[in-house]
């Protein structure tokens, strides 16, 4: 592989031979102008639709691109990959698709859809382990033992220069460019962006977004190299990587020029944002670059801004409390805890006077033996839909100059 004067594990170079490579297998996916999250960003926002490829995700890039350079030695002995999700289906599908045996260990508790996917692409899946590390040793001794190829999700010149394809498309579609946004995990997918823009036009701003769950990527950057983080939860769990790579991180500290975070109720909203407005299903970590950009985390002023929506694929179950996690996050579904007199009529009062602000009661827990504060009183819990924080907020006033006692509850 050709390497660049500064000694980078990848080039622009590296980036255009994977284009070549790629070209006809992979989806050159949408990268349409957003009116309405332009308006709500003060961007210009263009949103790059990496949730459209066959497998739902941009991994499949990298893991193509690492497949085709394979010798026919290698490709007869097979790959093996270790992954809970996107990358273990884009090895699976592209491997499948050229004859090549491809095998992934995912951790025991991968969610069942997620393995039934990587099984019906065609590979082989070993469940192993508690966590993705102890899944991927599993994988490097069944690739020591069974002499197969292991592909690195992100720490791999050869898979960071596929996913940087994408900057080399965002330059074509997107012409006047000036910003490009992007979720880091371990850094593969925006060293290879990055890479591919600022080699091709150092004016692009390079801005990465990360879950302040598990911010790896800035703390490395904070630290001067590669550190590794306590493992936590997030709904971004496709950047859920608990230390950037050895070989991403010098590509990520020399062309990206700003790292931000976002929480996980952020996420939730940039989600319901994008199903609600664009029709776009993402994933956690497919929405973090937008609610980065949303919640104004970034220094960029109405930039003409590219965002990455990185995969689509998400368990419906999750998405059902993501949903209503953003519903929380925008004031569209409070729950209230409403003190009332213990009298036959009190009930049917409330709910008229919330009836009366076009409020939409949706569940509510009345149980006066717990939430009785004495005999001559009790209390509901109310979950309600509204039409936002303004709403809201015209509804406690009302409550409290009715002389009701009420709070949040969280």
Do not use: W
């Not at 025991?108 to 859809?113: D, E, G, K, R, Y």
């Not at 939409?360 to 979950?383: E, K, M, P, S």
Request: negative net charge; contains cysteine; hydrophobic residues 45%.
């Amino acid at each position: 592989m050709s390497k660049s004067i500064n000694n980078l594990s990848i080039s622009l170079a590296d980036v255009q031979a994977a284009r070549e490579r790629l070209r006809g297998s992979i989806y050159y996916s949408p990268c349409a102008h957003s009116q309405v999250l332009s308006a709500q960003t003060g961007q210009q926002i263009y949103l790059k639709l990496e949730n459209l490829q066959m497998t739902g995700s941009f991994k499949e890039r990298g893991a193509l691109n690492r497949i085709t350079t394979l010798s026919p030695e290698q490709a007869k002995r097979g790959v093996v990959a270790a992954s809970a999700g996107n990358h273990a289906q884009g090895v699976a599908y592209h491997a499948t698709k050229r004859g090549i045996r491809a095998l992934i260990v995912m951790p025991l508790a991968t969610p069942l859809v997620k393995v039934t996917a990587t099984r019906g692409f065609g590979a082989e899946v070993v469940l192993h382990g508690a966590n993705y590390d102890e899944a991927c040793d599993e994988a490097l001794r069944i690739c020591m033992a069974e002499e197969m190829t292991f592909i690195h999700p992100f720490d791999d010149p050869l898979v960071m220069a596929g996913q940087g394809t994408i900057g080399l498309e965002l330059l074509e579609q997107v012409p006047d460019l000036q910003a490009v946004a992007v979720p880091i995990g371990g850094g593969g997918l925006i060293g290879g962006i990055a890479c591919a823009i600022k080699e091709s036009r150092p004016d692009i701003r390079v801005i990465g977004v990360q879950t302040s769950r598990l911010p790896s990527m800035a703390a490395a950057i904070e630290q001067h190299g590669p550190v590794t983080l306590e493992s936590a939860t997030t709904i971004a769990d496709g950047i859920a990587v608990r230390r950037a790579g050895d070989v991403t991180f010098p590509v990520v500290q020399k062309y990206v020029d700003e790292i931000v975070t976002v929480d996980e109720d952020e996420v939730a909203s940039a989600i319901l944002v994008l199903l609600e407005r664009e029709k776009t299903l993402a994933e956690g970590a497919g929405a973090t670059a937008l609610a980065a950009l949303i919640q104004k985390k970034t220094t960029l002023t109405d930039e003409r801004t590219a965002v990455i929506v990185t995969a689509g694929n998400i368990d419906v179950t999750l998405l059902s409390r993501i949903i209503e996690r953003g519903l929380v996050q925008d004031g569209r579904m409070i729950r209230l805890r409403i003190h009332l007199l213990d009298k036959p009529g009190a009930l049917a009062e409330l709910t008229k006077l919330i009836a009366s602000h076009r409020a939409n009661i949706v569940d509510t827990l009345y149980n006066r033996a717990y939430y009785g504060v004495n005999l001559g009183n009790t209390a509901i819990d109310i979950t309600l839909e509204t039409r936002g924080r303004e709403q809201v907020a015209e509804l406690l006033a009302a409550l409290t100059a009715e002389g009701y006692v009420h709070s949040r509850v969280i």
